[in-house]
Structures are given as structure tokens and as C-alpha cells.
């Protein structure tokens, strides 16, 4: 969903400009999977979710987060180009799909959550289908379920499927914050689905489990910090490499745990690949990054040195908040 900061979380943000990473370095697989790419389809214009296939390696699934239809698109990182166009059908008309995530079971799902007139709407969706063994374009009948948060509707742009246990998360989001919110053991469908609030996150544009289910990355437009997770509930957490992208939107890890995938929204957008520490996909520290993928000026602790961040994302967080001030002063008149 196309949503952006106030004023004065952006003038907070041009402070500490300088703490800003300015990308991160590919780093190839024998074949050229995996690594960093740009996604070419003309069609995938605002990549809002990202989900690293298990059946296909090096395969990427992604879609649109409004008025595209019930599309999923499997994107190859070897070359950015689309190889599988998924229609679902056996759903309504999706309204503002915001992430995918794979399941362990195979399925992958798809969270219609996101909310445009903040958080006023009673009930949001998730979609399930198997991941395809063929990647070809196809149809294929989707289960459709109905989802509500215990405490009042929610903006949300964040879908989770935890890799060992199948339970869904979703991460809310606000201004001050948002929550994690945990659903029931397994999703019904002819009954609505309560997700309840289990945990405080900050402002959050998606996330991912580690393929063990021992860590969870969330990142934001300008940040990610990664959490120990366990028995359901976030624990300790430390800041994540992130690459700054002119709309940052999506995360996954790679099916091997080795490196998270960053994606961002666009024409042409870019998918960055930063590597992960000895630990990664184990529930450890891994996240911090390494060395490979460390960006200019970059102290090693998920937080930049004064000349990390390029000239343009200084200009990009000037415009920003030029246009809530104007905005906010234009109101004011």
C-alpha cells in the first residue's frame, strides 16, 4: 500500500540521515540464483510481498498490492523475468493484497490486509493455495478465509507463516507502532478467523521467519531488526542490514537461510540481496550480515557510518518531508 510518513517522523528521519545504509552487495550462487536482480515484468509495478519458493530454487513469488486481480507472480532471480503468472480463482475480488509467505505444509498464502482508510474495515482475507510443481501460467482454485483481530480492525502490511508450526502471523502497523498478531493453530474456513494481539512491533512493511522458525525479520522503509522467536512470542532483538530503496515493502530469506532478500515497489524495482552470518536460518545471530553484503560506511551493527547513505536517498527524505509540510501548512490556510 502506497502510505508514507508524517512530518515529523520524516525530520526525524533526515537527523540521522547518515546512519542510513546506501544498498548492499550481490552476492552470487554457483548458478547466478539467489542474488541481487531487478524485476523486469511491466505488469509488477508495486511488489509489495516476497516469498522465496522451496519447489523451484531461485525462484521468487511476488504480486501487486491493489487494483491488479487475483494475481501471483513467480519471478526468476537469475534473470528478473516473470515465468509464472498464478490466477486465483474461487475468491472475491482482492482488495489490498499486501504479502505472501510459504508455508510448510506448501501452501503458499496471500494476505489481503492491508487497509487504506486505516483500519476501518471489519474483516480482512487471506488466500491459500499449493505452490505449483509446473511453473507455468495457470489457474488454480484458492481457499479464501476471513480474518479479524480481536481488538478492533487494523492496518497491516506483514504476513508470516511460521516454517515449522503453519500458524499465521500478521504484523499491524501505525504511526507509533503496531502488533503482532498470532491466529489459531490452523485457519477455518465458514467461521471467521480471530488473530490476537501477542507482541509490540514497530512500524512494519513485512517480514519473514527463518527456515527454522527461531527468527523473525521485520523491516520498515528505512530499517529491519530481526527477533528471536520462540513458543510463539518475540524475544531479544538486533538490528538487520537493510538496503535503503526508494519504497522499501518486502523481505524474505533465501529457502536456504543464507541471506535476506529485500524488495521494494515500482517500475523495475530492485530485489537486494544482503548475506547473513554464520548463524543464519538457525535461529541465531546470523542477521547482523556479513562482510560480503556490508555497505558503504556500514559499522557492522545494522546501522551505517555518516557517508552510508547516497545523495539521492538524502533527496528523497528532503522531499518527503517538503511534501508534509506543505501538505500540513496547506490545511492550516
Given at each position: 500500500m ?19 545504509p ?7 550462487s ?45 519471478v ?24 505472501v ?19 476501518s ?47 499465521v ?16 493453530a ?36 528505512f ?45 523495475r ?23 560480503s ?23 528523497v527524505l ?16
Amino acid at each position: 500500500m502506497r502510505s508514507y510518513l508524517t512530518v515529523s517522523g520524516a525530520a526525524a528521519l533526515l537527523l540521522f540521515a547518515g546512519a542510513l545504509p546506501a544498498g548492499a552487495a550481490a552476492t552470487e550462487s554457483g548458478d547466478g540464483a539467489d542474488r541481487s536482480f531487478t524485476i523486469e515484468d511491466p505488469r509488477i509495478t508495486e511488489s509489495s510481498g516476497l516469498a522465496a519458493s522451496r519447489a523451484h530454487p531461485g525462484v521468487y513469488w511476488t504480486h501487486n498490492d491493489s487494483d491488479d486481480g487475483p494475481y501471483v507472480y513467480a519471478v526468476d532471480s537469475r534473470t528478473g523475468r516473470t515465468v509464472a503468472t498464478i490466477t486465483m480463482s474461487g475468491v472475491g475480488r482482492p482488495r489490498d493484497v499486501e504479502a505472501v509467505s510459504l508455508g510448510p505444509d506448501g501452501n503458499l498464502y496471500v494476505g489481503d490486509i492491508g487497509d487504506n482508510l486505516n483500519g476501518s474495515w471489519d474483516h480482512v482475507w487471506i488466500y491459500r493455495f499449493p505452490e505449483p510443481k509446473e511453473l507455468k501460467d495457470t489457474t488454480v482454485r484458492a481457499t479464501q478465509f476471513d480474518v479479524k483481530y480481536a481488538d478492533g480492525p487494523r492496518d497491516a502490511e506483514a504476513l508470516m507463516v511460521h516454517p515449522t508450526t503453519g500458524r499465521v502471523y500478521i504484523a499491524s502497523k501505525n504511526e507509533n507502532g503496531g502488533g503482532l498478531y498470532e491466529g489459531p493453530a490452523r485457519l477455518a474456513t465458514g467461521s471467521v478467523n480471530v488473530f490476537r494481539r501477542v507482541g509490540e512491533v514497530p512500524w512494519v512493511t513485512d517480514g519473514a521467519f527463518s527456515p527454522d522458525g527461531g527468527e523473525l525479520v521485520l523491516r520498515s522503509y528505512f530499517s529491519a531488526r530481526a527477533y528471536a522467536f520462540r513458543s510463539g512470542r518475540l524475544g531479544a532483538d538486533h538490528a538487520v542490514r537493510a538496503p535503503f530503496q526508494r519504497q522499501a515493502e518486502s523481505v524474505t530469506y533465501t529457502a536456504d537461510g543464507s541471506a535476506l532478500m529485500f524488495g521494494s515497489e515500482g517500475e523495475r524495482s530492485d530485489v537486494v540481496r544482503v548475506d547473513l552470518g554464520k548463524d543464519a536460518g538457525r535461529g541465531g545471530n546470523g542477521a547482523r550480515g556479513g562482510d560480503s553484503s556490508a555497505s558503504a560506511g556500514d559499522t557492522g551493527d545494522g546501522i551505517g557510518g555518516a557517508g552510508g547513505m547516497s545523495l539521492s536517498g538524502v533527496l528523497v527524505l528532503v522531499a518527503v518531508a517538503a511534501f508534509f509540510l506543505m501538505k500540513r501548512r496547506r490545511g492550516q490556510g
